[in-house]
Nanobody, 125 residues
């Protein structure tokens, strides 16, 4: 059973940066796309980025384009999300997720099967 564990969250000042990691165990990431999601207090979970199994294709929601960068190191079984130029509205719990058997990024969030427990990012001065 694939397990995903996020790390790297914390309190960051506006304009600052942080790198989140999503480490996999119990299985390989080589054949799976990975998505990052976030959920702010009182709001629904939203998908913010995704990367295909080989890293050749990435996608971002409009609110993070140009500020966040997703990458992966399959040898380390880890996917990263670099958050730059952070804003208070980026405050949320960030989750990584993987579909059961897709190498491409599914458009439907319901296709994600494996989820991490999340890591909190708080943007505040």
């Amino acid at each position: 059973q694939l397990q995903l564990v996020e790390s790297g969250g914390g309190v960051v000042q506006p304009g600052g940066s942080v790198r989140l990691s999503c480490a996999a165990s119990g299985g390989d990431l080589d054949y799976l796309a990975i998505g990052w999601f976030r959920q702010a207090p009182g709001k629904e979970r939203e998908g913010i980025s995704c990367i295909t199994n080989g890293g050749g294709i990435t996608d971002y929601t409009d609110s993070v384009k140009g500020r966040f960068t997703i990458s992966r190191d399959n040898a380390k079984k880890t996917v990263y999300l670099h958050l730059n130029s952070l804003k208070p509205e980026d405050t949320a719990v960030y989750f990584c997720a993987a579909p059961a058997d897709l190498y491409y990024c599914p458009g439907d969030p319901g296709r994600y099967y494996y989820w991490g427990q999340g890591t909190q990012v708080t943007v505040s001065s």
